[in-house]
């Protein structure tokens, strides 16, 4: 089985127990507005990066980003009992803005059309 196969499975199992620590375990509501969209393993599986998006205006992103920052040992210590992993990856979160793109030019269409 090559690294990829592996990093790749690794990433799924983060992002779904990650998404399911925030959204029940944190006792963070303004979770509720996050969505985990992607998830990318480094080969070694040391790294993982966790890329999300909000529903919000630029306030709720800010308490989101703090939250998490703020949320992030806690995150780790939940993934080191979750999961049953040689190492706890080290964990960053990446806000994709690629979900508010896809509907600013879905909106520019729509206009374009009218």
Do not use: W
Not at 6 to 32: C, I, K, M, N, T
């Amino acid at each position: 089985m090559n690294h990829y196969q592996r990093a790749d499975r690794v990433a799924a199992l983060l992002q779904q127990e990650v998404s399911r620590y925030l959204l029940q375990e944190s006792g963070v509501l303004l979770f509720q507005r996050m969505t985990i969209t992607s998830t990318k393993m480094s080969s070694d599986l040391k790294y993982a990066t966790l890329f999300y998006s909000v529903l919000g205006d630029q306030s709720i992103k800010a308490e989101v980003g703090q939250a998490i920052a703020d949320k992030l040992k806690n995150i780790r210590r939940h993934i080191a009992s979750a999961l049953n992993l040689r190492y706890v990856p080290e964990i960053r979160f990446e806000f994709d803005d690629s979900i508010e793109y896809a509907a600013h030019i879905e909106s520019l269409l729509q206009k374009i059309k009218k």
